[in-house]
């Protein structure tokens, strides 16, 4: 999440979707809140009956546009257009928060001379190196500033999970200041510039949005806005999967800076999590390159020889930061226990470092390349939703084994009998030497555990019922195998299992399962003392002498005594819901909520108060747990040596980041520029508009190999947009949704949306089977025509846009091609997200071929 | 016991058929045949004997009013979970020959399974296509109004499912009230087609299911004005009879010859 971790220091959302019942304005965007998150949305229904305006901008005209006061059609992956021409629009009418955007954000710092725009490099920001495809971000950092000792600006121009704002420079919070906001370098006039084309004639032109239509929804989003006003912002996958995703995000982050709508009661940010546990799943990660918490995966080199050198990169002088050694030393201490002593690093070696990219597309084409033995796969199911799922399915045929953890039987475990490669006879099975192991597992009501929400609200949930028959938790799973795998490494000597040998491993078992006691997971998570095993109250009580343990300090405080776990709680006693589940961080549940006051303290208005500075008793006080040092007063100076968060004044509410303010100009972490520049997807209907140079994210990696290619922009072989999604009925790739009958039922077919003004050209009838082409693949849907399809005018020419949901593949009670055979493997730069959101596609009436060679015959084919 | 009642809007519905799937795990109801119907997002199609409640997507054009959500060209996109009306003078009920179909204390009209017989009079005696048989089962299923769970002091599962209050339960003088209000409001605020659908005076006698809908009954299929079959029973006899004394008169003809 580092589009809101750089603007804002913490990736997850901001506030909780019951909060939007205070917000005056909600601008829904790059999200499909009411399909895909319908019990949440019941508070954006209940914010719109008592008068909240609802905005949705969407290429669809979906459930959520249904219900909204206002829908803008757009096309897809314009958004930064749209968005820029939104930033463009509060600037220029000087809309903005003056007094927030002075006070709270970096818009007065003052940026070094050899800075140069995307504006002037016709498309690229300085610091740009055509070759390694990367960004030096030295000239980005503020005036002033010095990069780091080691001479290397950063690796944070690689972008990556962690990055919140530090690494590259810990002086950043000796940054030069122009309060006027004049001085042609500082941020806000910078900005300026930088979206100064950005007009809505632009968005018109391009996004294929009426001028009038853009005006209105500006203006009813820009005016909840000011001490009395509040507006805040929704997205999810329909930005996160772009190749310019993050700077997506970034804007809107940009946009709600500039609005004062950040950590004030009806503002924020709301990055819809479409599971569970999506965002638990972030903060003790399943990603490659961070540690539980946001810390840093080590990466392979000199700047992780030693914990030193680890934390000196990682950590900051001042900011929150600065404690940065107290989390991962905590943090392998919970890992090694008492083989982590200072002596040798707290066990830093053991860890694995990064080597390269090992993000999903990028390990799933070493699959395909063959450099994988073996793979396990849980709550997960690739055969579906992996992009390119037709290249994906064939890099699991060069597998050696496979696991394959679940409640039924997926297609990703079925791949080597029943997928379309095997049907359409391009594989045999016979040829496939992958040995696969389809393990049974348990249902979220057979087992214990959290779930973290989209609010980052830890929720604890009781095990109902046994699982059935073998079937087993995760927590049975990994604890098991790793015992079996300890069991080994006892007999094997090399070093390489030394680490694994060190791991503490020493959970409770109980019951005749077996199975580990979930809540020790959850304490160790929590923390406590080395010495007494007493539970620590918070991560302010954590220490790097190793002798604390903690393993995830996010999460610290969730269970601060014995017999209190706050994930368990159910007694909600206010309106943020205080008593109900425990919100990292600190039971904070709408964060940066010192900007809900002004800089004196007080706050802005009577009707958004949350959290102010009580005069009387010298302590921070209000409707939330403050996200801020209780006593810290708000007239603050810190003296020239002060370290940490003592180093940041008393109005600076951006606690994690080092100078304390919110990120406009983002000067260090992201791999693709300080600020959002629009750029197209990487298969686009046009030429950029705004960089004719620069058509794509420069920064982008598309994959291209056989199978993995790419339609030019423009392209008269695919000349539609395609855009793929969820729907209400399914889940994700099925596997909980197509087994069931009831949900099966609801959604039957695959089928993909189109305008009526479409079908008549290519003479398409409602409801009859058509094939989906793009350069990767070709499916058969039914053809829905719908005027929820809006033809639009891009740059005068017409632009059919296609939808296709991505549910189906070949199990279950119904079946279905699936739309992930359409998309690319393809990278963001920052998080290695796929672009699922804008592509290029072309349409053929009937079923499709049943053979490859008729497919790429498709392919080749002109309109 | 008071009378209960649901008030179904589809001003607040968000389309999400949590409805259908509570109501099909509360009651064990089969599933409905997996068929793709190519109408909208609705692949259900109509309440039957193995789907009991029903969310319809009626895709229209509209010239004028605050819900149209694009400015360039005005269209609409309403959703509204269809259910049994549980009339007063219930069709079903009327024409049920075994007693399989009573009347609960909470008005509703409640089938019983292991009476029925699977004549099917129930099935043309329905004002609103209700109760249908099932395949190849043979006897007829409707909506319970959750009459087990209503005993328990429970709301049905389908209201109770619902995220966004489109479904509300409740003692049914207040929800009529309710409904009305709720009109009243919607008025105000712009949506000029919005209308009570409660029709009282006709045969039927009124409905424990109303619904608040934007526009004419007929596009969310409820008849503007559905009547029981039994009214018709007076001058069915009295054909019959004339019929019948004809048919007497022309055969004591013929044997007076």
Redesign the interface.
């Known amino acids: 999440m580092p589009g809101l971790g750089t603007t804002y220091g913490r990736g997850g959302a901001t506030a909780s979707p019951k909060a939007l019942l205070n917000s005056d304005a909600i601008l829904i965007m790059g999200s499909n809140m009411a399909e895909n998150h319908p019990v949440g949305f019941q508070w954006v229904m209940e914010a719109k009956e008592n008068g909240t305006q609802v905005l949705h901008v969407d290429p669809r005209f979906s459930r959520t546009s249904a219900v909204a006061n206002i829908w803008v059609p757009l096309r897809a992956g314009s958004d930064i257009l749209f968005l820029g021409g939104l930033i463009h629009y509060i600037l220029e009418n000087e809309l903005f928060f003056r007094e927030y955007v002075l006070h709270y954000t970096n818009a007065s710092v003052i940026i070094p001379e050899d800075f140069k725009d995307t504006e002037e490099l016709e498309g690229v920001f300085s610091g740009w190196n055509a070759e390694t495809k990367k960004y030096d971000e030295r000239t980005w950092l503020y005036e002033g500033v010095e990069p780091k000792a080691d001479g290397q600006s950063s690796d944070a121009g690689n972008g990556g999970h962690g990055q919140h704002g530090v690494g590259a420079a810990p002086d950043l919070n000796k940054y030069h200041q122009d309060l006027t906001l004049q001085h042609p370098r500082c941020v806000f006039q910078l900005l300026k510039k930088h979206f100064a084309r950005y007009t809505p004639e632009m968005v018109e032109k391009y996004c294929g949005v009426s001028k009038d239509a853009f005006l209105h929804a500006a203006k009813t989003y820009c005016t909840a806005s000011g001490p009395e006003k509040t507006g805040a912002i929704c997205y999810a996958l329909g930005w996160t999967q772009h190749s310019s995703g993050v700077q997506m995000i970034r804007c809107a982050a940009i946009l709600q800076l500039l609005l004062g709508n950040m950590g004030r009661p009806g503002g924020g940010i709301l990055a819809l999590r479409g599971h569970a546990s999506i965002q638990g799943s972030t903060d003790v990660p399943t990603l490659f390159d961070i540690l539980p918490g946001y810390l840093n995966m080590p990466k392979f080199g000199g700047e992780s020889e030693t914990l030193a050198n680890y934390i000196a990169k990682n950590g900051a002088k001042t900011g929150w930061w600065y404690n940065y050694d107290k989390y991962i030393v905590s943090l392998l201490k919970a890992y090694y226990g008492e083989a982590a002593q200072p002596e040798n690093d707290f066990g830093f070696h053991w860890l694995p470092r990064v080597t390269g990219d090992h993000s999903h597309q990028a390990y799933w084409l070493d699959m395909v390349d063959g450099k994988m033995d073996g793979l396990f796969v849980m709550g997960q199911n690739p055969a579906v939703a992996g992009p390119n799922s037709g290249m994906e399915r064939r890099g699991l045929g060069k597998l050696k084994w496979l696991v394959v953890r679940e409640m039924v039987e997926t297609e990703t475990a079925s791949f080597w009998y029943a997928s379309p490669e095997v049907t359409r006879g391009e594989l045999r099975t016979e040829d496939i030497g992958t040995e696969v192991f389809l393990l049974p597992a348990a249902g979220h009501a057979e087992k214990d555990g959290t779930f973290t929400n989209t609010q980052r609200l830890l929720q604890w949930r009781q095990k109902a019922v046994d699982p059935p028959g073998d079937a087993r938790s995760e927590n049975h799973f990994i604890y098991h195998l790793g015992v079996l795998l300890r069991e080994k490494a006892k007999r094997d000597p090399r070093p390489r299992n030394a680490g694994l040998l060190a791991l503490t491993w020493d959970y409770t078992i109980e019951g005749k399962l077996k199975e580990p006691v979930a809540e020790e997971v959850l304490q160790e998570m929590n923390g406590y003392t080395v010495a007494d095993k007493r539970l620590v109250p918070g991560f302010a009580a954590l220490k790097a002498d190793g002798s604390t343990v903690c393993g995830c300090w996010i999460y610290s405080g969730v269970f601060p005594e014995p017999g209190r776990n706050r994930a368990n709680e159910r007694h909600s006693t206010d309106f943020h819901g205080h008593g109900w589940g425990f919100a990292w961080p600190a039971d904070r549940r709408i964060i940066y909520n010192r900007a809900s006051a002004r800089p004196d303290g007080a706050p802005w208005s009577e009707r958004k108060k949350l959290v102010w500075w009580d005069a009387a008793s010298k302590k921070w006080t209000g409707n939330d747990v403050p996200d801020f040092t209780a006593t810290k007063a708000p007239d603050y100076q810190p003296p020239a040596d002060a370290v940490g968060d003592a180093a940041l004044a008393g109005d600076k509410p951006f606690i994690l980041h080092p100078d304390g303010f919110g990120w406009i100009w983002v000067p260090v972490g992201l791999a693709d520029g300080p600020l959002p520049s629009h750029y197209e997807p990487l298969e686009s209907p046009i030429r950029n508009p705004m960089y004719p140079k620069q058509q794509s994210n420069p920064a982008d990696e598309r994959r291209t190999r056989p199978g993995n290619e790419y339609a030019t922009s423009p392209d008269n072989q695919f000349p539609f947009v395609l855009t793929t999604y969820r729907l209400t009925e399914h889940h994700t790739a099925g596997g909980m949704s197509r087994t069931l009958s009831h949900l099966a039922e609801l959604q039957p077919d695959p089928f993909c949306e189109i305008s009526p003004e479409m079908a008549a050209e290519l003479s398409i009838i409602p409801g009859e089977w058509v094939t989906v082409v793009t350069a990767r693949g070709a499916i058969e849907v039914h053809a829905l025509v719908t005027p929820r399809i809006k033809t639009l005018k891009i740059d005068g020419k017409t632009v059919y846009q296609v939808g296709i949901p991505f549910h189906w593949g070949y199990n279950g009670l119904v079946k279905g091609d699936s739309a992930n055979d359409l998309v690319a493997i393809s990278e963001e730069p920052n998080v290695h997200i796929m672009e699922t959101k804008g592509l290029l596609c072309n349409i053929y009436r009937g079923k499709r071929a049943a053979n490859a060679a008729a497919i790429r015959e498709l392919q080749s084919r002109r309109n | 016991m008071a009378l209960t009642a649901f008030l179904t809007d589809a001003t607040?519905c968000?389309?999400?058929?949590?409805c259908?799937?509570a109501c099909?795990?509360w009651n064990e109801v089969?599933?409905?045949?997996?068929?793709?119907s190519?109408n909208?997002?609705d692949?259900?199609t109509a309440l039957g004997a193995s789907t009991w409640r029903h969310v319809m997507f009626l895709?229209q054009?509209k010239t004028a009013g605050?819900q149209i959500?694009?400015?360039?060209?005005p269209?609409?996109?309403?959703?509204l979970s269809d259910v049994c009306k549980h009339c007063a003078n219930s069709g079903c009920l009327e024409a049920c020959p075994t007693g399989a179909i009573v009347r609960t204390e909470f008005g509703g009209v409640y089938t019983q399974p292991d009476v029925c017989n699977g004549c099917g009079y129930c099935v043309v005696s329905c004002p609103f296509g209700v109760i249908d048989k099932r395949h190849p089962d043979g006897r007829a299923f409707k909506c319970t109004f959750c009459y087990d769970r209503q005993k328990a002091g429970l709301k049905p599962a389908c209201a109770t499912a619902c995220?966004?209050?489109s479904i509300q339960f409740g003692p049914l003088d207040e929800l009529r009230v309710r409904g009305k209000e709720r009109v009243e409001e919607l008025k105000h605020r712009g949506y000029d087609d919005a209308r009570v659908y409660d029709p009282q005076e006709t045969s039927v006698g009124g409905i424990h299911a109303f619904f608040v809908i934007l526009g004419e009954p007929e596009a969310y299929n409820l008849p503007p004005a559905p009547q029981v079959p039994t009214i018709h029973l007076k001058s069915a006899w009295t054909s019959a009879l004339v019929f019948s004394l004809f048919i007497a008169a022309v055969l004591c003809g013929a044997f007076a010859f």
């Open positions: 607040l968000i389309g999400c058929k949590a259908e799937v099909k795990e089969p599933e409905d045949g997996y068929v793709w190519g909208s997002y692949n259900t895709e054009h605050p959500s694009d400015m360039q060209d269209f609409r996109w309403v959703f995220p966004t209050e």
